[in-house]
């Protein structure tokens, strides 16, 4: 037993130091992190969602009425009720990365104002979606409340992908490594994008996964809605091959060129997964994958938008309001 735990805690004080005692580059690595959990839970939330497990919790904060663990319950598969209690305790992974993250700020040896503020954010965000979470499962559901738990989702992302991109770099004054008119179009693109969602929430409200039976939908046409997506997706794909062209013509770093490039890519992959959705009339599975697609959309973007810019190397000069004083050891 002790060969086994040995191991196990050798790696938890390990985890404790890059927390305790960070290092730039473990800041970063903690950074990543929060990216990758709030992209992991959006794209769980999609599972509940398109297995019909939305109210397999059906109160809340309790699981069921009596408890607040899974246990059995009137007209509700263990199986669902699995799904969505499980969705619920990775909140808890998602709190303890935003938590990791304050705690790894606070401690750098020289303490960054902009870290710190974007790194509040996550369990701020975090304590958000757990209230709003609430609502979803007193509202049965309701697609209103339902898609802007998503959107909260999607501002949690890009929280986390500031964060981690302001971690790469110095506090140096702000420099565009693209024409300004290029670093506009990038813009455009994030609101595009945006829309692309907002427009793929629509449909989501309105076609068959309400994540349970009993759940209310947008009274659309789901035909007409579809196709407003679709346009969407095709302005995206549009602004995406311009600014890759811009980006090719002017002196720009590599980085911003092959970012953009990835954000293409994926794209069209998830152009792909939506029309085989839409033809094979939405199977679950898929409705998943395209969840998961368009939350990588979404960071690419962001990606996109942040390779064009700088703040210089980390060790760069900072301005005097853009640092703390040190931390002592």
């Given amino acids: 037993m002790k060969q086994l735990l040995d191991p196990i805690r050798r790696h938890a004080a390990n985890l404790f130091r890059t927390v305790w005692s960070p290092t730039a580059a473990t800041m970063r690595w903690w950074a990543l992190a929060a990216v990758v959990v709030n992209a992991g839970i959006t794209v769980t939330g999609a599972v509940v969602r398109v297995t019909g497990s939305g109210l397999g ?14 246990a059995a319950h ?15 305790l990775l909140t808890f992974l998602v709190l303890v990365v935003a938590a990791a993250c304050v705690v790894a700020a606070l401690r750098l040896p020289s303490r960054r104002r902009d870290l ?11 304590a958000v979606q757990a209230l709003w979470g609430g609502v979803v499962v007193h509202s049965a559901l309701n697609p209103v409340t339902v898609s802007v738990h998503f959107l909260f989702s999607v501002g949690m ?4 992908c500031a964060l981690y991109a302001r971690t790469g770099e110095g506090d140096a004054p702000a420099q565009r490594l693209v024409h300004r008119d290029v670093r506009t179009l990038g813009h ?21 996964h309400s994540g349970d039976e009993t759940a209310s939908r947008f009274d659309f046409d789901i035909e007409t809605v579809a196709r407003i997506h679709a346009d969407a997706a ?16 002017t002196d720009v770093p590599g980085r911003a060129r092959r970012a953009a490039l990835t954000l293409l890519a994926v794209e069209l992959a998830q152009g792909v997964i939506g029309y085989v959705q839409y033809f ?5 599975f898929l409705v998943g994958l395209h969840v998961l697609g368009a939350t990588l959309v979404w960071i690419c973007t962001l990606r996109v938008v942040f ?18 004083d040190p931390v002592p050891a």
């Fill in 307 to 324: 390779a064009m810019r700088t703040r210089g190397p980390l060790d760069a000069p900072a301005a005097g309001a853009d640092r703390l």
């Fill in 116 to 126: 710190v503020r974007l790194a509040w954010v996550q369990p701020v965000g975090v």
């Fill in 157 to 160: 992302i890009a929280a986390a």
């Fill in 234 to 249: 095709y302005l995206v794909v549009g602004l995406t091959f311009a600014l890759l062209f811009a980006l090719h013509v």
């Fill in 74 to 88: 009137d007209g509700i598969s263990p199986l669902n009720t699995a799904i969505e209690f499980g969705n619920r």
């Fill in 188 to 208: 455009v693109l994030v609101g595009a994008v945006l829309l692309l969602i907002i427009a793929g929430m629509v449909v989501t409200g309105t076609g068959p």
């Fill in 57 to 70: 919790c059906p109160t809340w904060p309790r699981c069921t009425p009596d408890s607040f663990v899974p």
């Fill in 280 to 284: 094979l009339a939405v199977p679950a």
